[in-house]
């Protein structure tokens, strides 16, 4: 008698790991050479990452900083959410960087209906902000992980709860 295998699908970005990305940037923000009396920094708080520099050209250096520095620590881009830039106090500009936590309801829709689409025999649920696949086969719930690996979502997925 087979008993059923699941999985958790979820998207979650390590909040450690991007403080330490965070502290890096801002070391070497103080010690390049032209960031020299600027006004950048980096802010962050519960959802979002707030980034403040002189002009754009300064913003946008800072962001490429930190976009290494997350690579290096491995942590996606996937799931920051670029704002637009707009003017902050004292000449400088500011640019909000939110944090995907979590599978939204659209793309926890669309992870269903590519698991349905398999036409592999496994059921998907969504379970708030993350997905249950659960199936008889551990064959099938891989191929399921290879599929969702394989396909262009704007999420970093993880899979938990291996059982």
């Known amino acids: 008698m087979a008993s059923e295998s699941?999985?958790?699908?979820?998207?979650?970005?390590?909040?450690?790991?991007?403080?330490?990305?965070?502290?890096?940037?801002?070391?070497?923000?103080?010690?390049?050479f032209d960031f020299k009396g600027t006004k950048s920094n980096l802010k962050l708080e519960k959802?979002?990452?707030?980034?403040?520099?002189?002009?754009?050209?300064?913003?946008?250096?800072?962001?490429?900083?930190?976009?290494?520095?997350?690579?290096?620590?491995?942590?996606?881009?996937?799931?920051?959410?670029?704002?637009?830039?707009?003017?902050a106090a004292l000449g400088t500009v500011r640019q909000r960087l939110g944090l995907k936590q979590g599978i939204d309801q659209e793309n926890a829709k669309k992870i269903n209906v590519l698991i349905r689409d398999s036409k592999l025999k496994v059921k998907s649920q969504i379970q708030g902000d993350q997905i249950r696949v659960t199936g008889k086969s551990r064959?099938?719930?891989?191929q399921i992980i290879k599929l969702l690996n394989n396909a262009d979502l704007p999420l970093d997925l993880q899979y938990t709860n291996m059982k």
Not at 8 to 32: F, G
Not at 139 to 142: A, I, R, T
């Open 6 to 32: 699941s999985f958790d699908i979820v998207s979650k970005m390590d909040i450690q790991e991007l403080t330490n990305a965070i502290h890096q940037t801002e070391k070497e923000i103080q010690n390049r």
């Open 47 to 87: 959802d979002a990452l707030i980034i403040v520099s002189d002009d754009e050209y300064k913003l946008n250096a800072v962001i490429d900083i930190l976009q290494s520095k997350m690579v290096k620590r491995g942590i996606t881009l996937k799931n920051l959410d670029f704002g637009k830039i707009e003017p």
């Open 139 to 142: 064959d099938d719930l891989q």
